[in-house]
């Protein structure tokens, strides 16, 4: 089983007390979750052994994984996780499936701790029921304490529960976005957005988010004066209470420049950003990431406080920060250390690097939103901190690609593995049929992008480059994606780039392929050896298509046909039959599948010779049988050989 699946909820613990929860459960193995069972039952594959009472064992297991899966009682659970319960924001996920396996709750922490979506990811694996209670699930409503989670962003200050609430009663919510991707604003959320590039109506609103690295709210949770909100706004200063409901994310787009002396502490580093952050109402959730010179990339107080809130350090070599345009250059830094800038163009270079395209030197210097602060306490060093803004956020997270194969177009003929990928997914992209085909599959805030049929090439870059950002993605492809589908291709322009083979991390999930489900329908036709060609000259010429077309006949082959005509491509097919019937007979079975496990799906029977008379287009696949190949009853038949010989592998 695929450790992708479930990388989210890792570490991740399943316990189970009786033999038959134990195998029901042990499939998580593979997924890297820790199967937990009593001593009692002895050595049972895969798990590890407690002793003593599940209470106390769950106590002491409690802070170390992010999510927890039981099967048993949910009454049990309950019981059992009452005591360890502190606060929605903190709690593991707690999932409960029962013995039977038709079932798997939503026990804890559905939102946040991501209950809901393990539920749902679990309930695939097991193809059981998901029973998830909360009020935005049953409206098929956005959790808003989950819709920056996918972008790396920071919650911040606000009044989560009563913005929840208004949602959930689906009363007019604004939103607010001064920063982070755009990407959510697509994907089914019944807000009303304001931007600096869009205004919304007047409209009574009983909410408000606001997405922005500023600190919206003052220490008493009431909002800025700052009506408009123009590109790179200064954040304003705080205002008085009110009692609509408001929360804030913060996308982490800062990146803070640093300069410092040697031996500089931790702590007084960490003090000076707080203190400038704080000056501008900038806020600490927003932080992307640290950049200095590459002299201090051993400064250990740097490093400490990078580790301490995993924070990635730039380090950059004296040559490339002088090359950057800064408002306040020093001469005595230049003398020092090669450069009339550290904090601020480190800071500068850092957003520079982060770009998805490099902008204009004038678009960059508008991205320095706090100038170079020096601050200094005694016996501690001193500290000179710069801060810039990205146009894009900081994820923190390491992307996962998943390509998946669909089948031929029916949920009922995707694998678990498959379905599973699909549906815990940050963003779905591909051909826009086969993604309206998964849409149960689909949820409100996924990330989901539709390409015309042609554009192969645009879908693969698109996946990668937010595979590359940290997200995870599926890209689908009907039947199976390593079969004309979109795994190689994303492989070969991964391969182009330089792919280390790692990040971002890679699976292909294989699903049924046309001629596979074309076969299925009609019999057994595919007993005996067999291949596949295409008949499409869009990447193969057709000397090539016609070279292999009579290798097959003439070896005897069963042959499935893909792709066998286009509104544009019509001889193609003529061609083919012409070529197998020097070699099989007029009467030789074929089958034409259009749409296999597709509500308009037609079958055909027919014969080499008559071949032409039948609809084919590029929703079909042609199945032409061999020289023993046969029909009876209404089904094509190919021999496997078992009554002519006793070899029956």
Same mark, same amino acid.
């Given at each position: 089983?695929?450790?992708?699946?479930?990388?989210?909820?890792?570490?991740?613990?399943?316990?189970?007390?009786?033999?038959?929860?134990?195998?029901?459960?042990?499939?998580?193995?593979?997924?890297?979750?820790?199967?937990?069972?009593?001593?009692?039952?002895?050595?049972?594959?895969?798990?590890?052994?407690?002793?003593?009472?599940?209470?106390?064992?769950?106590?002491?297991?409690?802070?170390?994984?992010?999510?927890?899966?039981?099967?048993?009682?949910?009454?049990?659970?309950?019981?059992?996780?009452?005591?360890?319960?502190?606060?929605?924001?903190?709690?593991?996920?707690?999932?409960?499936?029962?013995?039977?396996?038709?079932?798997?709750?939503?026990?804890?922490?559905?939102?946040?701790?991501?209950?809901?979506?393990?539920?749902?990811?679990?309930?695939?694996?097991?193809?059981?029921?998901?029973?998830?209670?909360?009020?935005?699930?049953?409206?098929?409503?956005?959790?808003?304490?989950?819709?920056?989670?996918?972008?790396?962003?920071?919650?911040?200050?606000?009044?989560?529960?009563?913005?929840?609430?208004?949602?959930?009663?689906?009363?007019?919510?604004?939103?607010?976005?001064?920063?982070?991707?755009?990407?959510?604003?697509?994907?089914?959320?019944?807000?009303?957005?304001?931007?600096?590039?869009?205004?919304?109506?007047?409209?009574?609103?009983?909410?408000?988010?606001?997405?922005?690295?500023?600190?919206?709210?003052?220490?008493?949770?009431?909002?800025?004066?700052?009506?408009?909100?123009?590109?790179?706004?200064?954040?304003?200063?705080?205002?008085?209470?009110?009692?609509?409901?408001?929360?804030?994310?913060?996308?982490?787009?800062?990146?803070?420049?640093?300069?410092?002396?040697?031996?500089?502490?931790?702590?007084?580093?960490?003090?000076?950003?707080?203190?400038?952050?704080?000056?501008?109402?900038?806020?600490?959730?927003?932080?992307?990431?640290?950049?200095?010179?590459?002299?201090?990339?051993?400064?250990?107080?740097?490093?400490?406080?990078?580790?301490?809130?995993?924070?990635?350090?730039?380090?950059?070599?004296?040559?490339?920060?002088?090359?950057?345009?800064?408002?306040?250059?020093?001469?005595?830094?230049?003398?020092?250390?090669?450069?009339?800038?550290?904090?601020?163009?480190?800071?500068?270079?850092?957003?520079?690097?982060?770009?998805?395209?490099?902008?204009?030197?004038?678009? #960059? /210097?508008?991205? +320095? =939103? &706090?100038?170079?602060? $020096?601050?200094?306490?005694?016996?501690?060093?001193?500290?000179?901190? *710069?801060?810039?803004?990205?146009?894009?956020?900081?994820?923190?997270?390491?992307?996962?690609?998943?390509?998946?194969?669909?089948?031929?177009?029916?949920?009922?003929?995707?694998?678990?593995?498959?379905?599973?990928?699909?549906?815990?997914?940050?963003?779905?992209?591909?051909?826009?049929?086969?993604?309206?085909? #998964? /849409?149960?599959? +689909? =949820? &409100?805030?996924?990330? $989901?992008?539709?390409?015309?049929?042609?554009?192969?090439?645009?879908? *693969?870059?698109?996946?990668?480059?937010?595979?590359?950002?940290?997200?995870?993605?599926?890209?689908?492809?009907?039947?199976?994606?390593?079969?004309?589908?979109?795994?190689?291709?994303?492989?070969?322009?991964?391969?182009?780039?330089?792919?280390?083979?790692?990040?971002?991390?890679?699976?292909?999930?294989?699903?049924?392929?046309?001629?596979?489900?074309?076969?299925?329908? $009609?019999?057994?036709?595919?007993?005996?050896?067999?291949?596949?060609?295409?008949?499409?000259?869009?990447?193969?010429?057709?000397?090539?298509?016609?070279?292999?077309?009579?290798?097959?006949?003439?070896?005897?082959?069963?042959?499935?046909?893909?792709?066998?005509?286009?509104?544009?491509?019509?001889?193609?097919?003529?061609?083919?039959?012409?070529?197998?019937?020097?070699?099989?007979?007029?009467?030789?079975?074929?089958?034409?599948?259009?749409?296999?496990?597709?509500?308009?799906?037609?079958?055909?029977?027919?014969?080499?010779?008559?071949?032409?008379?039948?609809?084919?287009?590029?929703?079909?696949?042609?199945?032409?049988?061999?020289?023993?190949?046969?029909?009876?009853?209404?089904?094509?038949?190919?021999?496997?050989?078992?009554?002519?010989?006793?070899?029956?592998?």
């Amino acid at each position: 089983m695929s450790q992708v699946l479930f990388l989210d909820f890792q570490p991740l613990a399943a316990i189970a007390t009786t033999p038959a929860a134990a195998k029901r459960l042990q499939f998580l193995g593979g997924s890297g979750a820790t199967l937990w069972v009593p001593e009692t039952l002895g050595n049972f594959a895969g798990a590890q052994p407690y002793s003593g009472s599940l209470r106390d064992h769950l106590t002491a297991l409690w802070p170390e994984y992010k999510g927890f899966i039981f099967c048993l009682a949910a009454g049990a659970v309950v019981r059992l996780v009452a005591p360890l319960l502190t606060h929605k924001s903190q709690d593991p996920a707690v999932v409960v499936v029962d013995e039977a396996g038709r079932f798997v709750i939503s026990l804890c922490s559905g939102h946040q701790g991501g209950a809901d979506r393990l539920t749902q990811l679990l309930a695939h694996q097991l193809e059981a029921t998901p029973v998830i209670t909360g009020a935005t699930n049953a409206a098929e409503l956005p959790a808003i304490d989950t819709l920056g989670l996918p972008f790396g962003w920071q919650r911040g200050e606000g009044n989560w529960n009563g913005v929840s609430g208004i949602i959930a009663r689906q009363q007019p919510v604004q939103v607010i976005q001064e920063a982070g991707s755009t990407l959510w604003q697509h994907q089914g959320y019944p807000f009303h957005i304001q931007t600096a590039q869009r205004e919304v109506e007047p409209i009574s609103f009983q909410a408000k988010i606001w997405i922005s690295p500023c600190e919206r709210f003052s220490g008493s949770g009431s909002p800025e004066a700052t009506q408009g909100i123009p590109a790179r706004s200064s954040c304003g200063s705080s205002a008085s209470s009110t009692d609509m409901p408001m929360v804030q994310w913060h996308p982490r787009v800062l990146w803070i420049g640093i300069g410092c002396e040697r031996g500089t502490s931790q702590q007084l580093i960490e003090s000076g950003i707080r203190q400038v952050l704080q000056s501008h109402q900038l806020a600490w959730g927003a932080i992307a990431g640290v950049a200095t010179i590459d002299l201090k990339a051993d400064e250990r107080g740097l490093i400490e406080l990078c580790r301490a809130y995993n924070w990635p350090l730039r380090c950059f070599p004296a040559t490339v920060l002088q090359s950057v345009t800064v408002p306040n250059p020093s001469a005595i830094v230049a003398a020092a250390v090669g450069t009339p800038s550290v904090a601020e163009a480190a800071a500068l270079q850092a957003v520079l690097e982060f770009r998805f395209e490099v902008g204009e030197e004038s678009k #960059l /210097q508008n991205s +320095l =939103r &706090v100038p170079k602060q $020096v601050i200094q306490a005694a016996g501690q060093g001193a500290v000179t901190v *710069a801060v810039a803004e990205a146009e894009q956020e900081w994820t923190g997270r390491t992307g996962q690609f998943g390509s998946v194969g669909s089948g031929p177009g029916h949920l009922d003929q995707m694998t678990p593995a498959a379905k599973t990928a699909v549906c815990q997914a940050d963003a779905v992209i591909g051909y826009g049929l086969y993604v309206d085909l #998964l /849409q149960p599959l +689909l =949820r &409100v805030g996924q990330v $989901v992008e539709r390409f015309p049929i042609t554009q192969e090439r645009q879908r *693969a870059e698109r996946a990668i480059a937010l595979a590359q950002w940290g997200l995870t993605v599926a890209v689908v492809s009907s039947g199976d994606c390593g079969i004309y589908g979109m795994a190689g291709l994303v492989l070969e322009q991964l391969q182009a780039q330089g792919w280390d083979g790692k990040t971002p991390g890679i699976e292909i999930f294989p699903g049924i392929t046309a001629l596979q489900a074309t076969a299925s329908r $009609v019999g057994t036709p595919l007993m005996h050896d067999f291949c596949d060609i295409s008949l499409s000259t869009l990447l193969n010429p057709w000397p090539v298509i016609e070279k292999r077309l009579e290798a097959a006949a003439e070896a005897d082959f069963v042959a499935a046909l893909y792709n066998p005509r286009s509104l544009t491509r019509l001889e193609q097919l003529v061609k083919a039959q012409e070529i197998f019937l020097r070699s099989r007979p007029p009467g030789t079975p074929v089958a034409i599948v259009r749409s296999a496990y597709r509500p308009d799906e037609q079958a055909t029977l027919t014969t080499l010779e008559q071949l032409q008379d039948a609809t084919v287009d590029m929703l079909t696949t042609v199945l032409i049988g061999n020289s023993s190949t046969r029909t009876y009853a209404g089904w094509m038949i190919t021999p496997r050989g078992y009554f002519q010989s006793d070899d029956t592998e």
